[in-house]
């Protein structure tokens, strides 16, 4: 079996119904696993709640990594994946900058177009622009970080002779989409659209999403291997990396482990999900059959496994350190 580096998906939820994360010191504990176990941290971003379609939300990603960054030294801090569409560029850039800096130099940009209507509609974009304002705003995140008088136009970006300090270099681009499991209240085919593919092969790193079956995740690394020698690109240049959760149990047989999964995970996921379409996407079983599947992803080329449990428990993090990696290896 091939090998594959293990990251720590964070469990920086905040619940709607509390107003509050988990512990705070169990969030600190878990940073601090996350640098014993050298697993880096990669943190998911969401504007609005979604009710129904999301149980929780997520904590400001750049202010957790800021956050991350002070009670690290060694392991990289990334944005899994930051919804490029609703931020804008000359002060995401002045944000990136300054976390690199705080950092020194761990920071890894995940970027991605995101789903949810409602966060264009805030910031006054619409979600029928959101691959062209992604694509934008790579191309300005470039400019603003590697020129000291940045200049950008663009259809949705613009801006002149932009100084930017600190001023730290563009990051490692990682770059989510690909064909998802269909919501059932509305249409959505599993494709994974051309642009998709461009944007991806083009960044070089590819984060799957979780929302996805493994089976369609499998199948769009091999698209996405195909659409690289037709851009003229080494195929195995290309880097597979996973975004997904888990939630370790003390079971015997899958029913069981399942059964007690089920709460955790629609805690965070919500109702409108049902079980079967969670088990698709998501990481259920025993802890034994959570390893084959890891292990099925990783023989099909995913060398990078950013995987978090759905809560802020350290306990989970030494599962996945102590009894899941050593399998994987």
């Not at 601090?32 to 997520?58: K, M, N, Q, S």
């Not at 029928?128 to 000291?148: F, H, K, N």
């Not at 149990?249 to 089920?262: E, L, M, S, W």
Request: glycine content about 8%; overall charge neutral.
């Amino acid at each position: 079996m091939a090998r594959a580096q293990i990251a720590l998906y964070f469990p920086s939820y905040v619940w709607p119904d509390t107003q509050r994360t988990d512990p705070l010191d169990s969030i600190r504990e878990c940073i601090r696993r996350a640098e014993d176990y050298g697993f880096d941290i990669w943190v998911i971003d969401h504007l609005l709640v979604a009710p129904g379609l999301y149980g929780a939300t997520w904590l400001d990603p750049l202010a957790m990594l800021n956050y991350a960054a002070a009670l690290t030294r060694r392991v990289n801090l990334g944005t899994g994946i930051l919804v490029a569409p609703v931020r804008q560029p000359v002060v995401l850039a002045k944000e990136i900058g300054s976390l690199q800096l705080l950092c020194e130099g761990r920071f890894r940009l995940g970027l991605g177009p995101g789903w949810h209507a409602k966060e264009y509609e805030v910031v006054g974009a619409h979600i029928s622009e959101r691959g062209p304002r992604t694509d934008e705003m790579i191309e300005a995140l470039e400019v603003l970080l590697t020129r000291e008088r940045a200049s950008y136009q663009g259809k949705y970006y613009r801006f002149e002779d932009v100084t930017i300090v600190p001023r730290t270099g563009m990051p490692d681009v990682w770059i989510a989409g690909g064909s998802r499991q269909p919501d059932p209240q509305e249409k959505d085919p599993p494709v994974m659209a051309e642009s998709v593919k461009r944007r991806i092969v083009k960044a070089g790193r590819w984060l799957a999403r979780a929302s996805g079956t493994h089976e369609w995740v499998k199948r769009d690394w091999q698209e996405l291997r195909a659409y690289a020698r037709t851009m003229g690109k080494d195929a195995d240049s290309l880097v597979f990396g996973l975004c997904n959760f888990f939630h370790f149990v003390d079971a015997k047989n899958h029913d069981d482990a399942v059964a007690i999964q089920q709460k955790s995970f629609q805690r965070v996921m919500g109702s409108r999900r049902t079980l079967e379409q969670l088990k698709k996407g998501y990481l259920f079983g025993t802890t034994g059959e959570i390893i084959d599947t890891l292990r099925g992803l990783v023989d099909a080329g995913c060398t990078y496994l950013c995987i978090g449990p759905t809560m802020a428990d350290p306990k989970q993090i030494d599962i996945l350190a102590n009894e899941v990696m050593p399998r994987l290896s």
